[in-house]
């Protein structure tokens, strides 16, 4: 079974510039995520799809992030404009469905630098 | 809101020595608690879960047992390899929501 897809691996950009990522879940799982990992610290959930619906948004710097999932099935996180703060790994995950019990499976992740 | 609290690290062992890396937590309810694995270059892998007070999980020599009345979930191994080198992270969901929330995480290093 494939696992979560996501690219691309690395990203250097200049402050103020966009940048987009993307993530591809595990065929059949509903729920997909975002998280933001600044270095030595834990992830952070940025924002949670049930299928092509939001979930929670609630930690999404909306005046900067916007993230979509048309089709249910991949996503792409946009950054626009980028600050120095944005550097961080972006840790895309997915899971059968909302349900606690369920495991959530990560990708590698896309780590971004800001300069 | 919710919280996880880990040990600092790097916990720094030589191979075949004792392993616990503390967690605990703060919850409003009867939070899940996991505890992740992220080795050098790749994601976050589940190592193991509890679902309700007094449970053990375990995996790969590693257990956590979750202790409602102390609030943590300690990680345990009896005797770490070099390949258990990575980051460890506590987390925990609540109310029957898949969403996590994630300590700072803690770095073993296991030398030979």
């Known amino acids: 079974e494939a696992g979560v897809a996501q690219s691309p691996r690395y990203k250097i950009i200049e402050k103020r510039q966009s940048v987009a990522f993307w993530c591809n879940p595990i065929?059949?799982?509903?729920?997909l995520y975002w998280y933001q990992q600044i270095l030595g610290q834990g992830p952070k959930l940025l924002i949670q799809?049930?299928?092509?619906?939001?979930?929670?948004d609630s930690q999404l710097p909306k005046d900067r992030f916007s993230a979509e999932r048309l089709k249910g099935v991949d996503s792409t996180l946009k950054i626009q404009p980028a600050k120095l703060e944005d550097s961080a790994v972006y840790l895309c995950?997915?899971?059968?469905?909302?349900?606690?019990?369920?495991?959530?499976?990560f990708g590698p992740g896309t780590r971004l630098t800001v300069l | 809101g919710n919280s996880v609290t880990q040990m600092e690290g790097p916990v720094t062992l030589s191979e075949e020595a004792f392993l616990t890396i503390n967690c605990t937590y703060t919850?409003?309810?009867?939070?899940?608690l996991f505890w992740y694995v992220q080795y050098p270059g790749e994601g976050l892998q589940l190592l193991l879960k509890?679902?309700?007070?007094?449970d053990k999980g375990s995996n790969k020599g590693f257990e956590a047992t979750y202790r409602k009345e102390t609030t943590s979930f300690h990680l345990e191994k009896g005797s770490v390899q070099v390949s258990d080198s990575a980051v460890y992270f506590c987390?925990?969901?609540?109310?029957?929501?898949?969403?996590?929330?994630f300590g700072k995480g803690t770095m073993l290093l296991v030398s030979p």
């Open positions: 065929s059949g799982h509903a729920t």
């Open positions: 987390a925990l969901s609540e109310g029957g929501y898949s969403t996590l929330t």
């Open positions: 995950a997915s899971s059968l469905s909302t349900s606690g019990r369920n495991e959530q499976f």
């Open positions: 919850a409003t309810g009867y939070p899940s």
């Open positions: 799809f049930q299928n092509n619906g939001v979930v929670d």
């Open positions: 509890a679902t309700k007070a007094d």
